[in-house]
């Protein structure tokens, strides 16, 4: 009788924390997805030319190795070309993508200058290794840190440089990777012109989030993922 | 029945791996309400150095505070923290489902390792993008909120008074275990970044919202920077603004002044503290066989941003000066003491320097003090050195030579 009762004790313990475990694994789940996003999908080009490195002023801080060039999806957002013209009067052609636009108008094109920070993503042996550059304040001097990432793929830190000038940037950037393969390149970028001003993130020199904002209508664009949205600085 | 055991203990080990702690509920706006009444009430500027604080011992600097304020009342609350990973552009958090910290006791010392380890990765331009910019108006600018300028300095706003003023906590450089700063004033800065929005006073983002666009979230609003640039980015003009939409009572002259005063010898002292350390550093690494300090020590230990905040403290005075024409009509005791601030006699200096000094003492070196006119006189005349790379009587500007240095000099990253 005691057996029995000291079974059913340990059944009905089990059971509970089971039923605690599931619904704390239920609740803890945080949805990581904003509606209607894709992630960039990235793909490795075939090699063309080999250890040719690109100038530090051809293409923002990054001296690339034009083996490791990679392609990122665009991303077109469903609404884009009714949204530019109408929120910022940017003239838009049908055929236009988000590079495009980017790349007509010269304001939008990324200008080293106006780095908010740059993450540069390596693969080595299966093991991914991140540098972030961050610019001080006035853009005198570089942070360069650089991170491990876990299992979780959450970042570990690894060895973080201050105070960088900019030449010194492509050298210990070389020294950090290690002769890993980049396989992403993100640079989070102001733009500016007396009307419109924000930031555009590139990912591997596709525009993948776009903040614009038209000072004399005071409307700020934001394109993220498969839509864009358009707010009236001060609706209320 | 051996098996069943083993079942549970199996079991039970699979649920002790894990987090930093486990989180039961969601946020939404009642926790949103719970939260700003908890940082009203209980954070506080010595919430690291306490010694009956849980808390106590971990070391921080200006974002840092911010970030750990957040987590340690989702901790406090098993409710979930999540922010961008800075690091790379993911969908993946850093959360407190990480579980890198699986080997230390669960509680507190997982906290404070996952506070270090945030510490590492954030800083104050991380934090626009796990926050969110609010209006102007008392039902957004409520305890809780920070101010933020990024890659310069971040403020959290524990309070706001009657008056309409914000009562500030923040932290500084270098980072270490340290009391906080309060003041009941508002932070030296003002929204300014009219490209990207990235200043200011914001919210922070909820773990649902971090991936959706930051101008669709609830609370979002450009009124600070739109009111910042009309107001062609006067900081008293622009305060004065939110005193008119939060206050429900009238700041008499009086106390203004004796709020404007005391922000001023809180800061000077603060400041002396600080020199104090970085000169007993820079004894130490000469000793050391260095000369010069390297740029993250240099980072740390100089007063750029510091100097122009308590330089701004003393302006902000002077224009309230301005503005109420001497204080015009007004009698009461610090009276003489505020206009005595920006008279520019050496001499009268002397004869009235003993009660000077009973209003403010900052002794910033052995045997030396100076009072707030004297610190205002070096401001003004950039008499104060900022560089790290010399002696305290160099950093309070006994000399009228200007400073050189051979070693490198840095721009601060904070």
């Known amino acids: ?236 | 029945m051996k098996s069943l055991f083993i079942g549970l203990i199996l079991l039970f080990s699979v649920s002790a791996q894990a987090t930093v702690w486990d989180s039961f509920y969601t946020w939404d706006q009642q926790w949103e309400e719970k939260y700003s009444d908890w940082v009203n009430t209980s954070w506080h500027q010595y919430i690291f150095t306490d010694a009956d604080s849980p808390y106590n011992g971990i070391p921080n600097d200006c974002a840092d505070a911010g970030y750990a304020m957040r987590a340690i009342f989702a901790f406090e609350n098993n409710l979930p923290f999540a922010i961008i990973d800075p690091t790379r552009n993911s969908t993946k958090p850093i959360t407190n489902q990480m579980s890198r910290w699986d080997k230390l006791p669960a509680g507190v010392p997982r906290l404070k390792a996952f506070i270090a380890y945030l510490a590492g990765i954030v800083y104050t331009g991380s934090m626009p993008q796990d926050s969110v910019p609010v209006a102007l108006t008392k039902e957004a600018l409520i305890p809780g909120i920070i101010f933020v300028k990024p890659r310069v300095h971040s403020y959290q706003i524990k309070d706001w008074s009657p008056q309409g003023i914000p009562v500030t906590i923040n932290s500084t450089t270098p980072y270490s275990v340290k009391d906080m700063h309060k003041y009941i004033s508002f932070p030296a800065y003002i929204p300014e970044d009219m490209t990207n929005f990235s200043d200011g006073y914001r919210r922070f983002k909820r773990p649902d919202e971090l991936y959706k666009m930051t101008s669709s979230l609830p609370g979002f609003s450009l009124e600070q920077f739109i009111t910042s640039e009309a107001l062609n980015f006067n900081s008293v003009d622009f305060n004065d603004f939110i005193i008119g939409r939060t206050a429900t009572e009238k700041e008499t002259v009086e106390v203004k002044t004796r709020r404007l005063m005391f922000n001023i010898c809180y800061s000077s002292y603060n400041r002396a503290s600080v020199i104090n350390e970085s000169t007993n550093y820079f004894y130490k690494i000469q000793n050391e066989g260095r000369s010069c300090m390297n740029a993250k020590e240099f980072d740390q230990y100089s007063t750029f941003s510091r100097d122009k905040r308590l330089k701004e403290y003393f302006v902000r005075l002077q224009q309230y000066i301005a503005q109420t024409k001497n204080f015009k009509g007004e009698s009461f005791p610090l009276k003489a003491y505020a206009l005595d601030i920006f008279v520019n006699d050496p001499k009268q200096y002397q004869r009235n320097r003993k009660q000077f000094l009973k209003f403010c003492t900052i002794p910033y070196d052995s045997g030396k003090i100076l009072d707030v006119r004297e610190v205002w006189q070096r401001l003004r005349f950039d008499l104060l050195v900022q560089n790290p790379n010399t002696t305290r009587d160099w950093r309070w500007g006994d000399y009228t030579a200007p400073f050189t240095t051979s070693c490198p000099t840095f721009e601060e990253v904070h």
Not at chain 1, 2 to 9: A, P, S, T, V
Not at chain 1, 136 to 160: A, R, Y
């Open chain 1, 1 to 236: 009788m005691q057996k029995n009762k000291f079974r059913i004790l340990l059944v009905v313990t089990f059971a509970v924390a089971a039923g605690i475990i599931i619904s704390t694994r239920i609740n803890n789940t945080i949805s990581t997805t904003a509606p209607e996003e894709t992630t960039p999908v990235l793909q490795k080009d075939v090699p063309t030319n080999v250890n040719e490195p690109v100038a530090a002023t051809e293409n923002a801080v990054v001296e690339k190795n034009k083996t490791d060039v990679i392609k990122t999806q665009e991303t077109r957002p469903s609404n884009y070309l009714k949204l530019f013209p109408e929120c910022l009067n940017i003239q838009v052609d049908p055929t236009d993508t988000l590079k495009s636009i980017t790349n007509k108008n010269k304001w939008m094109n990324k200008d080293p200058k106006n780095l908010i920070r740059q993450n540069l993503v390596y693969k080595s042996s299966n093991k991914e290794l991140r540098i972030s550059i961050i610019p001080s304040e006035n853009s005198k001097t570089w942070t360069l840190q650089s991170f491990s990432v876990d299992d979780e793929g959450l970042p570990i830190p690894k060895n973080k440089i201050m105070g960088l000038q900019y030449h010194q940037l492509a050298d210990n950037i070389k020294t950090e990777g290690n002769g890993a393969s980049l396989i992403s390149d993100e640079q989070n970028l102001l733009v500016k012109t007396p009307t419109n001003s924000g930031s555009i993130l590139f990912i591997n020199d596709q525009p993948v989030k776009i903040k614009l904002f038209n000072k004399s209508d005071q409307r700020l664009l934001e394109c993220q993922g498969t839509y864009c949205l358009c707010n009236q600085a001060l609706s209320s």
